[in-house]
């Protein structure tokens, strides 16, 4: 089946350093890539859209600067949370959807990654 | 009122017992989305649906397009299901951004 690897799972940082967090697609090459924020009970949040080889959209009121996406190839997408701050801290999740090879290929089939727990002191 | 509404937000019950969680959602969809989140934080993907009913081991997914709601159901609980359960909608129109209900967290007691 399909899995989508984050890294690194849990990271603490000092305040103003920056952090950057890895989503591959192991077994499949991923046309799309969706980056999440959850803060503690609450729901995921989209934060962006990334398309290979195009720039990331970014959902209303998510900083750009900020969260930093790049989405070099059909099987990573990188988060980088620029200038961290304590309020940055939250759990952020990558899920990637699987490129179509074919009309009965699952196209629309979202896998998610483990998730990563950034800490900002 | 959030697009997607799920009930009940926090079920406790006993190992063994049927589990029944429900997802409403007001806008046209092409596909909704069952997710399945463990204390650790990640995510996993339990049934993608966009019409009838999809079974995978003790796990039961239901929609109902024109009624717009979804269930899962769990069927012989077990403690290792406890986790927070979430249902996701991906809109008709929304540039295949989904959108997510608020979990309902369900602890099976031993």
């Known amino acids: 089946g399909a899995v989508v690897s984050q890294h690194p799972s849990w990271v603490i940082c000092k305040s103003g350093t920056s952090v950057k967090i890895e989503c591959r697609s192991l077994?499949?090459?991923?046309?799309?890539m969706f980056w999440y924020r959850q803060f503690p009970k609450q729901s995921l949040m989209l934060m962006a859209t990334s398309n290979e080889g195009s720039k990331a959209t970014y959902e209303q009121g998510v900083e750009k600067d900020k969260f930093l996406i790049n989405h070099a190839s059909l099987t990573l997408s990188t988060l980088t949370v620029t200038s961290a701050h304590p309020e940055d801290s939250s759990f952020y999740i990558c899920s990637a959807r699987k490129l179509a090879t074919s009309a009965s290929s699952g196209a629309n089939v979202l896998t998610f990654g483990a998730g990563s727990r950034l800490t900002v002191l | 009122k959030n697009e997607v509404e799920q009930s009940p937000q926090n079920l406790t019950a006993q190992e063994g017992e049927f589990i029944t969680i429900n997802c409403s959602y007001s806008v046209g969809i092409s596909a909704l989305h069952w997710l399945q989140q463990h204390p650790g934080g990640g995510i996993v993907s339990l049934f993608m649906?966009?019409?009838g009913k999809k079974k995978h081991g003790r796990l039961i997914a239901t929609i109902n397009i024109q009624e717009k709601h979804s269930s899962l159901h769990i069927t012989a609980s077990h403690p290792r299901d406890s986790a927070v359960y979430i249902c996701?909608?991906?809109?008709?129109?929304?540039?295949?951004?989904?959108?997510f209900g608020t979990g309902t967290r369900l602890t099976i007691i031993p």
């Open positions: 996701a909608v991906l809109p008709f129109f929304g540039n295949e951004k989904l959108t």
């Open positions: 077994d499949f090459q991923a046309t799309t």
């Open positions: 649906l966009s019409s």
